[in-house]
């Protein structure tokens, strides 16, 4: 099944994550009129007192951003609140996630059910609910679905399917540490200034870019503390918001009752 790889490229792309490219040389530009990005932004983000910082919106775009990828490259693990609009499948739901491979995620696609994501030494897991059953395990009947909705996942495809799922874990870290770079990897630091506001409890300054092809952007950078980007949003088709930064990914293996090995039930489905 290929449903979990082009999800995650689907919220990959819509977010523009080889690189937050200007739209305008540098400068203090516009000021941005655009949407704000989600007031659901998770208050955690300004979840500790922040170092002394601000004073971003008095330096030029180039001085911002060099600010931002180094704050950004420090990073061992952050959380992402996840929204996508697209055509075929909207996704939405939290990742945390750090560099050792932890990662904890609860995402629900349009019309299609909801999952949970479980990553840790070098495993990772899947819970789907029972209406997403029937993207992971199709040959399933109602008895097996029964069985296995709500469960942790393992055995036969599935263990496969899981990691691909896992990719979704990859994603926050991936975003923030090429944000403000070109497709080759290379700084870019043009770009056009606008206005200082809150993100999640924590002043921010926003840019005005565009996405590796060329669509508009805006990514808000922390103005306390470290220069964190804390959100971009791409108008209408979605945003990635980001907070608990550098706070420890707890996770926990689920035990035995908690998992269906799929090998076991392969006589009973379909």
Do not use: H
């Amino acid at each position: 099944m290929r449903t979990n790889r082009l999800l995650a490229v689907t919220v990959l792309s819509v977010l523009g994550v080889t690189g937050l490219t200007a739209c305008n040389a540098d400068g203090d530009g516009d000021k941005a009129n655009d949407a704000a990005p989600a007031a659901s932004a998770p208050a955690s983000a300004a979840a500790s007192k922040p170092a002394a910082g601000g004073g971003l919106e008095k330096l030029t775009v180039e001085e911002i951003l060099t600010k931002m990828r180094a704050a950004n490259g420090k990073l061992t693990s952050v959380k992402a609140t996840i929204s996508v609009v697209d055509a075929e499948s909207d996704v939405s739901g939290t990742v945390a996630a750090d560099s050792s491979g932890n990662c904890t995620a609860d995402l629900s696609i349009k019309d299609q059910g909801k999952f949970s994501i479980l990553r840790t030494g070098g495993k990772t897991w899947l819970k789907p609910d029972a209406q997403f059953i029937k993207l992971v395990v199709p040959t399933a009947n109602a008895s097996v679905t029964n069985m296995i909705a709500g469960k942790w996942l393992t055995g036969g495809s599935m263990d496969s399917e899981a990691e691909g799922f896992g990719s979704f874990c990859d994603m926050p870290l991936e975003v923030l540490k090429s944000a403000g770079q070109d497709e080759n990897g290379a700084p870019d630091n043009t770009g056009t200034k606008g206005e200082v506001k809150k993100v999640g409890g924590v002043d921010a300054i926003v840019l005005k870019v565009k996405d590796d092809e060329g669509s508009p952007m805006e990514a808000a950078v922390a103005n306390e503390g470290e220069a964190y980007l804390l959100s971009v949003t791409s108008g209408d088709e979605g945003s990635m918001q980001f907070s608990d930064f550098n706070k420890p990914v707890k996770v926990s293996a689920p035990t035995a009752d908690q998992i269906v090995d799929l090998d076991s039930l392969a006589g009973a489905a379909g």
